[in-house]
Each structure stands twice: as structure tokens, then as C-alpha cells.
């Protein structure tokens, strides 16, 4: 498969119905023309979300699905190269957290956050990657964390699952450099998102916006393809919360 550079690029966003997901995709469908195919597990979301960039300069196709299950994420990559042929961009998002002190975290608590961070997160990458691998060409961009890197104490198993991100993505980067493929690891700090809950309005103040993230992420992307941006870490200005 070649690729014409003056072809609107697809994107595909994983938990693209709130937070840092939905803010990436409304500065793509602001920023430049493309198709957007967005997945999370709420249809509302989704539809909201689809309306709101379809307002600008996207054409959007919504997929509910839970990307816990192997063969779902098979099958959301089949659905986006079945609809636009390819892949250019794949912005790993989707992403939950439990925390809470070491002690007291449960079985339950492990195995939610396992099964979408690592789980979920290694079967799409997969699919996604024969894909890009195939093209020979595309960018994996991968929302982590600072918590990818640094301790946090009510964060045992969450940690645990953006350190273990890291991993892959950095075994993925010397795979993908022999295959053209741009990889990028998004570590930001707090960013008022839905994932937090109710939050003061202290907080509020100190905590970076989702549109922060969306905008580093196409800035990201927008590199020269011969540039590959592999990490951004971004922070509140006045550190972590
Ligand atoms: N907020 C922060 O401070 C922060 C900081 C650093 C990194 N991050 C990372 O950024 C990413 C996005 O977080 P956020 O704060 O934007 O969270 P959020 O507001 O809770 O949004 C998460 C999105 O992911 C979707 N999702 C979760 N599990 C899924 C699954 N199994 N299958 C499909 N979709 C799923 C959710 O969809 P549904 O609601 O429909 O299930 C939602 O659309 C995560 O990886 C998170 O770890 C967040």
C-alpha cells in the first residue's frame, strides 16, 4: 500500500467519548481535515462527540466497543480499515485507574484496570501494528502517564499498568523503527477529566485541561514524517497533584 500525502489522514481514538480522547478529537477535526473513527464504550458519548467535531472539518465514524475482549479490538481495526482502507494515526487513549492505599485494593480493583491498561492496550496495538506494518508507514501515539515513571503512593496497581505501557512501547519503538512506523508516549500530569471524579475547585485551578493533551498530541503527529516526537511529559505548573 503506498501512501498519497495529499490524502486526509484517519485516525483512530480509543476512549475518544471523554476526557483527554474526546478533547484530541475535537482539535483534529479544528486543526485539519481527516477521518475520525472513534471508539469508547458509551454510544452517547460518542454521538455527542461525533456532532461536536462534525461541526468542523471531520468526517467522524463512532464504534462502541469495550476493549477489554481480544477479539473486539480485532475487530474495531478491521471495522476502521474496512470503512477508510488504512490507518495513519493510532491514539492509544482508552485508559482506567482504582486507587487507593496498597492494602486495601482488591482483586477487582487489579483485574478492571488490568484488563483494559495492558490487556485491552496490547491486542489493539497488535491488530493496529500488522496494519501500519503492512502499509508500511503509520504513528502510534500512546496516552501513559507521569505515573509511567514515578511513584505515586495510592497508586499501586495503576502505576503498575502505565510503567508496564512503557514497557511495551518501548520494545514496540525497535520493532517499529525498521518498519517506518513513528511511536510516541504521551506522559502527562493531572488533567480535569471525568477519570478524577468531583475535584475542588483548588484543584481544578492546578490541574491541566484535556485540550492541553489533544494539542501536544497533533503537534505530535504533525512532525515531518522523517521526525519522530517519542515522548512528551507534560505537567502542571506546579507539579503533581
Ligand atoms: N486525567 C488525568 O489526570 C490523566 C493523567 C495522565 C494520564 N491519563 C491517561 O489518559 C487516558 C485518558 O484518561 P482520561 O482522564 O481522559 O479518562 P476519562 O475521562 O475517564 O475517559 C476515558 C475514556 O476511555 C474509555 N474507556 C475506558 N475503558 C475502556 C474500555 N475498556 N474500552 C473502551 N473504552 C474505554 C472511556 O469510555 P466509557 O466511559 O464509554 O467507558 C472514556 O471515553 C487514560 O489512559 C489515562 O490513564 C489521564
Given at each position: 500500500?503506498?501512501?498519497?500525502?495529499?490524502?486526509?489522514?484517519?485516525?483512530?481514538?480509543?476512549?475518544?467519548?471523554?476526557?483527554?480522547?474526546?478533547?484530541?478529537?475535537?482539535?483534529?477535526?479544528?486543526?485539519?481535515?481527516?477521518?475520525?473513527?472513534?471508539?469508547?464504550?458509551?454510544?452517547?458519548?460518542?454521538?455527542?462527540?461525533?456532532?461536536?467535531?462534525?461541526?468542523?472539518?471531520?468526517?467522524?465514524?463512532?464504534?462502541?466497543?469495550?476493549?477489554?475482549?481480544?477479539?473486539?479490538?480485532?475487530?474495531?481495526?478491521?471495522?476502521?480499515?474496512?470503512?477508510?482502507?488504512?490507518?495513519?494515526?493510532?491514539?492509544?487513549?482508552?485508559?482506567?485507574?482504582?486507587?487507593?492505599?496498597?492494602?486495601?485494593?482488591?482483586?477487582?480493583?487489579?483485574?478492571?484496570?488490568?484488563n483494559t491498561n495492558i490487556r485491552g492496550l496490547f491486542h489493539l496495538t497488535q491488530s493496529a501494528y500488522k496494519v501500519m506494518k503492512t502499509q508500511k508507514y503509520g504513528h502510534m501515539i500512546f496516552v501513559t502517564s507521569v505515573a509511567a515513571e514515578t511513584p505515586f503512593e495510592q497508586s499501586a496497581i495503576y502505576c503498575m499498568s502505565k510503567f508496564a505501557q512503557k514497557g511495551l512501547i518501548e520494545v514496540l519503538r525497535i520493532n517499529a523503527r525498521k518498519d517506518g512506523i513513528r511511536i510516541t508516549n504521551i506522559m502527562p500530569g493531572a488533567v480535569e477529566t471525568p477519570m478524577w471524579g468531583a475535584v475542588t475547585p483548588e484543584m481544578q485551578e492546578k490541574m491541566m485541561k484535556p485540550q492541553d493533551i489533544g494539542s501536544a498530541i497533533i503537534h505530535a503527529y504533525l512532525q515531518p514524517k522523517r521526525t519522530s516526537v517519542e515522548e512528551i511529559v507534560l505537567r502542571p505548573v506546579g507539579g503533581d497533584l
Open positions: 500500500m503506498t501512501k498519497l500525502m495529499s490524502e486526509t489522514p484517519v485516525i483512530l481514538i480509543t476512549g475518544a467519548g471523554k476526557g483527554i480522547g474526546r478533547a484530541t478529537a475535537l482539535e483534529f477535526s479544528k486543526w485539519m481535515e481527516c477521518d475520525l473513527f472513534l471508539v469508547a464504550r458509551t454510544e452517547s458519548d460518542l454521538e455527542a462527540v461525533k456532532k461536536e467535531c462534525e461541526k468542523w472539518k471531520a468526517t467522524v465514524h463512532t464504534h462502541v466497543a469495550d476493549l477489554t475482549d481480544e477479539n473486539t479490538s480485532h475487530d474495531v481495526i478491521a471495522e476502521c480499515v474496512s470503512k477508510f482502507k488504512r490507518i495513519d494515526l493510532l491514539v492509544n487513549n482508552a485508559g482506567v485507574g482504582r486507587f487507593g492505599n496498597f492494602l486495601e485494593l482488591t482483586g477487582a480493583d487489579l483485574d478492571f484496570t488490568i
